[in-house]
């Protein structure tokens, strides 16, 4: 596990987001066009909202797209999380040279959006589950 850092921006974005919502955000990781919070176990319907307009909201003042991801203590539980969007079928995590690794699968028609243009979405889920879990990589499949 890493540390966790917010720069001034991402506080702003953490705060904005708990205002909106009235959730508990514990984590985000932002890139250009995306960002991602992570929530306390329990918090997600407050999160998203009735038929997701709080995310919508948000969407539409950020505009960037938002992804809403609930904390789970364990990490093949959390990472099913972040990647619930992309029909996760299994995730299993992997000792190798010592090292944990996640393996995760995905309905295989929705594999290239899992993984994102230029391996944005798998780098962004990597970083993550590294700072909240000891994993070391994750593998989609």
Do not use: W
Not at 127 to 138: G, Q
Request: hydrophobic share 40%; proline share 3%.
């Amino acid at each position: 596990m890493t540390s966790i850092t917010f720069t001034e921006e991402t506080l702003r974005q953490i705060s904005l987001f708990q205002d909106l919502t009235g959730a508990t955000a514990i984590d985000c990781l932002t890139s250009e066009d995306k960002m991602i919070i992570v929530v306390r176990a329990g918090h997600i319907g407050k999160a998203v909202g009735k038929k997701g307009e709080k995310i919508y909201r948000l969407k539409k003042l950020l505009k960037k797209d938002v992804q809403v991801v609930e904390h789970n203590p364990d990490p093949a539980a959390f990472l099913s999380n972040i990647f619930r969007n992309y029909g996760v079928r299994d995730v299993t995590l992997q000792e190798k040279n010592g090292k944990p690794h996640a393996v995760v699968s995905v309905d295989p028609a929705k594999k290239g959006r899992a993984i994102g243009r230029q391996g944005k979405n798998l780098r962004l889920a990597r970083d993550l589950v590294s700072r909240h879990h000891n994993v070391e990589s994750v593998i989609i499949a």
